[in-house]
C-alpha cells in the first residue's frame, strides 16, 4: 500500500495544525492518526505512523506511544466491517453477552478475530455512551442501538449486500 | 412538568440547524453578554446562580471561573468536556446531537467571560458523527457573525474547534484530557498546578462539562438569581439524566432537582417503572463511579425520609447508606440482575481504562477483576471477600487522579450492601451458574450488618 496522502487530505492536515499555536502540531497526532487509518486499509502500520511522524514532525517513538494508548487504533489488519459491541454494565443488564454469543455463531469467529474472507472483525468495547438504547455496537462511525438477533441478521446481509 | 431549560426545544423541527434556533431564540445570550455585560458580571452571574459543574465532581461553576490565572501577555483557554465515557452516561451526547447550536452559544458566552480567544471541544472518538453536527453548528455561527473577529462589534474574536479522542475514558479527567489534546498519552497530570494556572501548553485553561457550559445560556438570559430559584438548597437549576437498565422507558430527561428518586423511577413522565413488571432491587444513580445502593436505601435514606434527585439527598448518609449524583448516569437493576456479575463489568472497565501511572490503581484494578471473575465463576473463596475489600481501600486515596477512587468505590458499594450475595455465589458455585440470587435478602437491607469503613 502506497503511505501517502491525498493533496486533499494534505489540505485538511494543514488546517488541522493551523488549529493549535505556531509549534504545536504535534496536537493534531490525534485527528491525524485516525485519518491515516482510514486512509491506509483500517489499520495503523509501522509505515502509517511514521508517515504521521514526519508530517507532525514528532519522533516516531512518541507517535506509536500514542497510538498504542487509545483503543481506537487498530495496530494489527482487521476486517471491511468491525462489530464492536459493548459489553459493560448497562448493556450487560440488556442482554449484550447474548449478542456477542450470537454473533461468535453467526460468523464463525471469535472475540478479537476476522472472518476467513476478511469481512468482519468482532471485538468487544467499553461503554460507548449508548447505555440507554442497549444492547448495541459501533459499526465505523456509527452507532447500531436495540440490538436483536434479527437486528443483528440484517446488519451482517447488508454488509454483504455492500461488498459485493 | 418541570421546567425545561437546556431540552425545552429539543424537539422542534430542523432545530439543529441555525435557522430554527435562532428563531426560537437563540444567540440571545451572546447578544445580551458581547453587547451589555463585562466578562467579570458573566462570572458573577455564574456563581449567583449556583450552577455546579455537570462532569461528575459537582464543583461550583462560577468560583472555578473566578480562579483562572491572568498573566499578562498570555492566551487563556476554555476547554469543553465532552469525552462523556463514564458507564450509564449518555446526556452529552443527546445535547450535542439535538441541539448542537445551544452548546456552542454556550461556548462563545462562556470564552467571552473567561477570554478565551481559542476554545475547544474534546470529545470522544467514538462520537464520529457528533463531530460533523458540531462543525455544522460551528461554521453555521462563524457565518452568521457569531464567531471569529470582532464578534458583535465588541472587540472579541473567538474560534471554536472540535478535538476527536480516539478510545480512553481516562481523558475525561481534565488533566488527562488536556495531555491528549496536546497530543500525548492520556496520563493525568499530578496537581497542584491546577490547569486553572497551568493547563494546556502551559497556559491558564478551564475545563468544563458540555451541560454546564450550555447551562450558561439560560443562566445569561433569565439571570443568575433565577436559575437558582429552581431546585433546592445548593442543587440549584436543571440537571440532565440518562437513565437506562431495566427500565420501561430509557432516556435523557431533564429534571429539576426538587423531584424524588421514587418520582423519577415511577412516574410516566420519566422512566415509567420498571420493565416486564419486575421489582426494583438496586441502582447506581450517577454514573458507573459511585456507590450502587439497594432498594429500599435508594428511594429513603437510613433516617427514613423520601429520597430526592439533587447532590445532597442522594449523597445524605455518606457511603455508609447514600450515593452521588456523579454524572447523572441512572442506571436500574431489576430483581434479575446479578450484583457479583455487574460488580465484575465494573471492574474490567476500570481495569481496561487505567492509564497506569500508579501500582495502587494499575495492579489492584487488575486483582479485583481476577478475584471477582473467580467469584462469579464459581471459583471464589470466603476469604476473597474480605482481599477485595482490602484491595479497595488500599487504592483509594493513593493515586495521581480519582479514577483510583472511581474503581474502588463500585467494588466497596457491592460489597457493603450485597455482601450476602457474594457469600451465596461463593458457597453455591455450581447453583450460582444456573441462576441468580434474586432480592431474596434485600426487603430491608439498610438493616443488614455491613461493615463500613
Ligand atoms: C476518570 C475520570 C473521568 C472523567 N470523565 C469525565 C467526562 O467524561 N466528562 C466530564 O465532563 N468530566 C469528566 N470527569 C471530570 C473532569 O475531570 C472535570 O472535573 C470536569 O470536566 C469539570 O467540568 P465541570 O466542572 O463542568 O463538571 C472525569 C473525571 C475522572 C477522574
Ligand atoms: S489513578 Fe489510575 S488512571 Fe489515574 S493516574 Fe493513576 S493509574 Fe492513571
Ligand atoms: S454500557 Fe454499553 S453503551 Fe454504555
Not at chain 1, 502540531?25 to 486512509?39: E, K, N, T
Not at chain 1, 472475540?111 to 440507554?132: I, P, Q, R, W, Y
Not at chain 2, 473566578?66 to 499578562?72: D, R, V
Not at chain 2, 431546585?231 to 429539576?256: F, H, M, Q, R, W
Amino acid at each position: 500500500m502506497n503511505i501517502q496522502f491525498s493533496a486533499e487530505e494534505l489540505n485538511k492536515v494543514n488546517e488541522i495544525i493551523a488549529r493549535y499555536p505556531e509549534g504545536k502540531q504535534r496536537s493534531a497526532v490525534i485527528p491525524v492518526l485516525h485519518m491515516a487509518q482510514d486512509a491506509f486499509g483500517g489499520w495503523l502500520s509501522a509505515a502509517s505512523m511514521d508517515y504521521v511522524a514526519s508530517l507532525l514532525q514528532m519522533e516516531p517513538i512518541e507517535v506509536y506511544e500514542v497510538a498504542t494508548f487509545y483503543s481506537m487504533y487498530n495496530l494489527q489488519p482487521v476486517g471491511k466491517y468491525m462489530f464492536e459491541v459493548c459489553q459493560t454494565g448497562p448493556c450487560m443488564v440488556k442482554g449484550s453477552d447474548g449478542i456477542i454469543d450470537y454473533i461468535r455463531e453467526k460468523l464463525g469467529i471469535g472475540v478479537g478475530e476476522t472472518t476467513a474472507d476478511g469481512l468482519f472483525t468482532l471485538k468487544t468495547v467499553e461503554c460507548l455512551g449508548a447505555c440507554g438504547y442497549a444492547p448495541m455496537m459501533q459499526l465505523g462511525k456509527t452507532y447500531r442501538e436495540h440490538l436483536t438477533k434479527e437486528r443483528v441478521d440484517e446488519i451482517i446481509a447488508a454488509c454483504r449486500a455492500k461488498a459485493n | 412538568m418541570a421546567k425545561k431549560l437546556l431540552l425545552a426545544n429539543a424537539h422542534v423541527p430542523g432545530i439543529r440547524g441555525y435557522e430554527v434556533y435562532r428563531r426560537e431564540g437563540g444567540y440571545r445570550s451572546v447578544e445580551k453578554a458581547l453587547k451589555t455585560m463585562t466578562p467579570e458580571a458573566i462570572v458573577e452571574e455564574v456563581k449567583k446562580s449556583g450552577l455546579r459543574g455537570r462532569g461528575g465532581a459537582g464543583f461550583p461553576a462560577g468560583l472555578k471561573w473566578s480562579f483562572i490565572a491572568k498573566p499578562e501577555g498570555v492566551p487563556r483557554h476554555l476547554v469543553c468536556n465532552a469525552d462523556e465515557s463514564e458507564p450509564g452516561t449518555f446526556k452529552d451526547r443527546y445535547l450535542m446531537e439535538f441541539l448542537p447550536h445551544l452548546l456552542v452559544e454556550g461556548l462563545i458566552v462562556s470564552s467571552f467571560a473567561l477570554g478565551s480567544n481559542t476554545t475547544y471541544i474534546y470529545i470522544r472518538g467514538e462520537y464520529a458523527w457528533i463531530v460533523d453536527i458540531l462543525e455544522t453548528a460551528i461554521t453555521e455561527a462563524k457565518a452568521n457573525g457569531w464567531l471569529g473577529k470582532n464578534i458583535l462589534g465588541s472587540g472579541f474574536d473567538c474560534e471554536i474547534y472540535v478535538q476527536r479522542g480516539a478510545g480512553a475514558y481516562i481523558c475525561g479527567e481534565e488533566t488527562a484530557l488536556i495531555e491528549s489534546l496536546e497530543g500525548k498519552r492520556g496520563n493525568p497530570r499530578i496537581k497542584p498546578p491546577f490547569p486553572a494556572v497551568k493547563g494546556l501548553w502551559g497556559r491558564p485553561t478551564v475545563v468544563n462539562n458540555v451541560e454546564t457550559l450550555a447551562a450558561v445560556v439560560p443562566i445569561i438570559n433569565d439571570g443568575g438569581e433565577s436559575y437558582a430559584q429552581i431546585g433546592i438548597g445548593k442543587s440549584t437549576g436543571t440537571k440532565l439524566l440518562s437513565a437506562c437498565g431495566n427500565i420501561n422507558k430509557p432516556g435523557v430527561y431533564e429534571i429539576d432537582m426538587t423531584i424524588s428518586v421514587e418520582e423519577f423511577i415511577y412516574s410516566d413522565e420519566y422512566c415509567g417503572g420498571i420493565a416486564n413488571g419486575k421489582r426494583l432491587k438496586a441502582c447506581i444513580p450517577g454514573g458507573s463511579s459511585v456507590p450502587i445502593l439497594p432498594a429500599n436505601l435508594l428511594l429513603k435514606t437510613a433516617k427514613g425520609e423520601p429520597r430526592l434527585m439533587n447532590y445532597e439527598s442522594l449523597a445524605d448518609g455518606g457511603f455508609a447508606t447514600g450515593s452521588m449524583m456523579g454524572s447523572g448516569g441512572f442506571e436500574v437493576l431489576d430483581e434479575d440482575q446479578c450484583i457479583v456479575r455487574h460488580t465484575l463489568s465494573l471492574a474490567r472497565f476500570y481495569h481496561h481504562e487505567s492509564c497506569g501511572q500508579c501500582s495502587p490503581c494499575r495492579e489492584g484494578t487488575g486483582w479485583m477483576k481476577k478475584i471477582l471473575h473467580n467469584i462469579e465463576y464459581g471459583k471464589g473463596k470466603m476469604s476473597d471477600i474480605d482481599l477485595l475489600w482490602d484491595i479497595q481501600r488500599k487504592i483509594e486515596g493513593n493515586t495521581i487522579c480519582p479514577l483510583g477512587d472511581a474503581a474502588a468505590w463500585p467494588v466497596a458499594a457491592a460489597i457493603r450492601h450485597f455482601r450476602d450475595e457474594f457469600e451465596w455465589h461463593v458457597l453455591n458455585p455450581e447453583e450460582s451458574q444456573q441462576r441468580n440470587f434474586g432480592l431474596a435478602h434485600y426487603a430491608d437491607p439498610s438493616a443488614m450488618h455491613v461493615p463500613v469503613s
